[in-house]
């Protein structure tokens, strides 16, 4: 079965200082990895994902993570961040090779609210 | 493009009373799901549909049923709706195994739900 551990609930930064969200996740198989974004009373928006290939993925808003087997992290980091990155952060994981009938569902960690201070 | 659409986006309900929270979408995916979020433990996945007519038990599904009748729809249903179902509902999709590179998911707004 797959996990996802977010080892921060919150995260206070100020503006323009950088920020990393870390992301643990445990799986006996390849995953797939993704980061989302939702800003307060709004859904779920795609951050980025890494699927395979290059370690290092870009996303939007200048976010990037960086995906490590060997100690099965997904970290997020923004070198800048800015009054509207304020939101809480998920990180997720989904099993592509898994049975049909095992839906390849997304499991999420706890989140990971960032609070930027002016 | 309207994507995943759910409805109601808001809801009270009194302790016992049923509804069903409807999630429509219109990217022709096969798989379909229902989560709910609750602050600290993120989303957790309730009931999942592979495709037409199938449905499965997720991770947290007591309390709720599902029908996927049509492949465009996935319901979830509260029977005797309790305190303890207060939450932010989320219903996702995505499509079959196809090419890597579209390989998402797709989430709609969100249902908050009251029961009091």
């Known amino acids: 079965a797959q996990s996802v551990t977010q080892l921060d609930s919150q995260v206070p930064v100020f503006e323009e200082a950088p920020v990393e969200l870390r992301c643990n996740y445990s799986s006996s198989v390849s995953v797939y990895l993704f980061w989302y974004v939702q800003y307060p009373n709004q859904g779920l928006q795609l951050l980025l994902k890494?699927?395979?290939?290059?370690?290092l993925v870009k996303g939007i808003n200048g976010f990037e993570a960086e995906f490590n087997k060997s100690q099965t992290s997904f970290h997020l980091r923004k070198p800048s961040v800015h009054i509207s990155d304020t939101a809480e952060y998920f990180c997720?994981?989904?099993?592509?090779?898994?049975?049909?009938?095992?839906?390849?569902?997304?499991?999420f960690g706890g989140g990971t609210r960032v609070l930027v201070k002016p | 493009n309207a994507g995943v659409t759910q409805t109601p986006k808001f809801r009270v309900l009194k302790t016992g009373q049923s509804m069903t929270l409807l999630c429509a979408q219109d990217?022709?995916?096969?798989?379909m799901y229902w989560y709910r979020q609750d602050p600290g433990m993120g989303l957790r996945l309730i009931h999942y549909s592979v495709g037409e007519g199938t449905t499965a038990k997720g991770e947290v599904p007591d309390g709720y049923n599902v029908s996927r009748l049509k492949k465009q729809n996935f319901l979830l249903g509260l029977e005797s709706a309790a305190p303890s179902q207060t939450s932010v509902y989320f219903c996702?999709?995505?499509?079959?195994?196809?090419?890597?590179?579209?390989?998402?998911?797709?989430f709609g707004s969100g249902t908050r739900l009251t029961v009091v």
């Open positions: 990217m022709n995916h096969e798989y």
């Open positions: 890494y699927l395979s290939g290059s370690t």
């Open positions: 997720a994981v989904s099993d592509p090779l898994g049975i049909k009938a095992a839906g390849n569902k997304l499991t």
């Open positions: 996702a999709s995505r499509p079959a195994q196809g090419k890597i590179s579209n390989y998402g998911y797709t």
